[in-house]
C-alpha cells in the first residue's frame, strides 16, 4: 500500500496528529514551508491537492534522512579500524620502550604446513583475503643475517598453521585442518555452526578453537616467511621513503597469542582487534611490517643502514590497507569492500 493510501484511509484525527508531529523546520524551502503550516494548521477537512502535497514533503523528508544516513554502518566500521591501528601502532612501540628494546613476540606466520613447519612445504593460508594476498610475497627466504635482525628485535617465534591438525573434540563434520576453503577443509571447518573454530584464532592449536601446530615455530635461516611484496605494492605506501635502497618488510599477523596480549607483560594490551571488512570465513587479523634491513637518510637521497636490528614499519589491515587508506573510507574518499 502507498504511503498515498495509507494516509486517504486514516481517521481525520489520526492523520491532524501525525501532521502536528512532523518538524516544519526540515521542510525545504520557505514557500513549501508555509504552504505546510498552513494544511497542518487547517481545522477544516483537507482537499486531495493538499494531501498530496503532504505526501510530497512528507516523502521529501524520508529522502533526505535516507542520504544522510547512507554508509553510517561503513563509515563507522573504518573509524573503528583506523583506531584501532593507531592503537596497535602505539602499543608495539610502547612495548618495546618497557621491554628493554624487544618488540612482541610470536605473531601469526600466514603460512600452513604439515606439522608446522617452515622449512619445506610451506603454503599461503587458503582464508587469506585476495587482496591482501596481492599485496604480499609468501616465498621469501630467510638469510642469516635477517634472522639474527628479527633475533635482535626480540622476534624470534611464529605460529604456523599444522595442516594435519586434529579438528576440534567432538567435532563431527566435515571440515578439517587442511588447507583450503572447501567443506572438507579450513573453510568448512570454520563455516560449520558446530564448532567454535573462527578465522582470526585459526592459528591457534586445536584446544583453543584454531589449526595452529603445536608448538610455536623458532625462526631459523632458510626458512620461509611472509613479506610485503615490493614487486606488486609500492613500499612507499607503508613508508618506506623515496629513493630508498630495496628493503624486506616481513608481514606478520596480529594474532591472540603474540606476547602483545599476555596480561603477565609489561606494556601489554588486553584487546586483540579483529579487521571485518573481510568475508567471516577469511583470515580477520591486522597484519604488522617489520623491516628487516631499515634505512636511514643521512643527507637528500643518501641512505645507510639503520644496524642490524629489524624495526617496526607500519600496521596494514585483513584487506591489504594502511591506515590512510582505510582512513579515506571514512572521508568517503574511497570506497570500502
Not at 111 to 124: D, E, H, I, K, R
Not at 221 to 237: E, F, I, K, L, Y
Not at 246 to 261: C, M
Not at 277 to 302: K, T, W
Amino acid at each position: 500500500m502507498s504511503m498515498l493510501q495509507k494516509l486517504l484511509g486514516m481517521p481525520g484525527e489520526v492523520l491532524k496528529s501525525k501532521l502536528q508531529a512532523v518538524d516544519a523546520s526540515a521542510v525545504k524551502g520557505r514557500a513549501l514551508r508555509r504552504k505546510f503550516d498552513k494544511i497542518r494548521n487547517k481545522q477544516g477537512g483537507f482537499t486531495l491537492l493538499e494531501l498530496l502535497v503532504v505526501v510530497a514533503i512528507l516523502a521529501a523528508i524520508a529522502g533526505t534522512a535516507t542520504i544522510m544516513l547512507q554508509d553510517t554502518d561503513r563509515k563507522g566500521a573504518a573509524a573503528a579500524h583506523v583506531a584501532m591501528m593507531d592503537e596497535l601502532s602505539k602499543g608495539i612501540q610502547t612495548f618495546r620502550v618497557l621491554n628493554q628494546g624487544a618488540y612482541p613476540d610470536v605473531w601469526d606466520s600466514l603460512l600452513a604446513s604439515a606439522g608446522g613447519s617452515l622449512t619445506t612445504g610451506a603454503a599461503p593460508l587458503a582464508i587469506i583475503n585476495a587482496d591482501l594476498a596481492a599485496n604480499l610475497d609468501f616465498a621469501h627466504v630467510l638469510t642469516a643475517g635477517e634472522v639474527a635482525a628479527m633475533n635482535n628485535a626480540g622476534i624470534t617465534r611464529l605460529r604456523v598453521v599444522d595442516t594435519g591438525a586434529a579438528v576440534p573434540a567432538g567435532y563431527t563434520g566435515t571440515g578439517t585442518c587442511a588447507n583450503n576453503t572447501t567443506d572438507t577443509g579450513i573453510g568448512g571447518l570454520i563455516r560449520d555452526k558446530s564448532n567454535d573454530v573462527t578465522p582470526q584464532n585459526i592459528f591457534r592449536i586445536p584446544d583453543a578453537n584454531g589449526c595452529g601446530a603445536a608448538a610455536h615455530t623458532t625462526l631459523a635461516a632458510g626458512d620461509t616467511v611472509v613479506v610485503w611484496d615490493d614487486t606488486a605494492a609500492s613500499p612507499q605506501r607503508v613508508g618506506v621513503p623515496i629513493g630508498a635502497p630495496a628493503q624486506t618488510l616481513l608481514a606478520v599477523g596480529v594474532g591472540p597469542d603474540s606476547t602483545l596480549f599476555e596480561p603477565t607483560r609489561i606494556g601489554a594490551l588486553s584487546n586483540v582487534p579483529v579487521y571485518r571488512h573481510v568475508a567471516s570465513d577469511e583470515y580477520n587479523r591486522f597484519v604488522a611490517l617489520f623491516n628487516l634491513n631499515p634505512q636511514i637518510e643521512v643527507s637528500p637521497g643518501v641512505f645507510r643502514s639503520a644496524g642490524g636490528e629489524a624495526t617496526f614499519q607500519a600496521i596494514i589491515d585483513g584487506a591489504g590497507d594502511t591506515k590512510d587508506e582505510e582512513l579515506g573510507e571514512v572521508d568517503n574518499v574511497r570506497t570500502t569492500l
